[in-house]
């Protein structure tokens, strides 16, 4: 008699050669979390400004022609005499001055030297290098004052293009003792 029994075929039906991926498990290795930093903006670069020892900077106020107002201290520019305000050509100057600041950092550098009312003398630059007095004369903003100067800017005077303070008679604080 024979009983119902059928014979299976052989397990696994393709050789492990061939489907290795029957018998091998599979393992599900989870991705690693990586946190970033908050992303922040970077900061800000300004320009670099170099300041000697003694010198003051920051953004001035022009007050006149040839006097600016750094950190609650006036100077007077040094070597140089603007028309006053009162006078033709003073707020010509000034304009003059406030044009060649603009929005950039001046540095002063304090000089012996005092002018009326008391106002400290300083050669006064753009952070660019410029020298605002030696600028002022060169555009007719200004005159030399040559006995505080010692004629340092009197070849820029003749040359100059516009001249807007040849008329200014200078104060006796810029004439040679005679």
Request: with cysteine; proline share 9%; hydrophobic share 40%.
């Amino acid at each position: 008699m024979l009983i119902g029994l059928t014979v299976a075929a052989a397990w696994p039906p393709v050789s492990m050669a061939q489907s290795p991926a029957i018998y091998a498990p599979t393992l599900s290795v989870p991705s690693p979390v990586v946190s970033r930093p908050e992303e922040t903006t970077p900061p800000k670069v300004t320009e670099k400004v170099i300041v000697n020892p003694g010198e003051v900077s920051g953004r001035a106020q022009v007050v006149s022609g040839d006097t600016l107002r750094i950190k609650q201290v006036t100077y007077r520019l040094w070597g140089i005499a603007a028309p006053p305000m009162n006078e033709f050509g003073g707020y010509t100057a000034m304009q003059g001055l406030a044009a060649l600041i603009g929005s950039q950092t001046v540095i002063c550098a304090p000089r012996k030297g005092v002018f009326r009312g008391g106002l400290q003398a300083a050669q006064c630059r753009v952070a660019g290098g410029r020298d605002l007095a030696a600028d002022l004369v060169r555009r007719g903003f200004a005159r030399d004052c040559p006995r505080q100067s010692g004629a340092t800017f009197a070849s820029i005077e003749r040359t100059a293009v516009v001249d807007v303070a040849g008329g200014y008679k200078l104060p006796d604080e810029c004439l040679a003792p005679y």
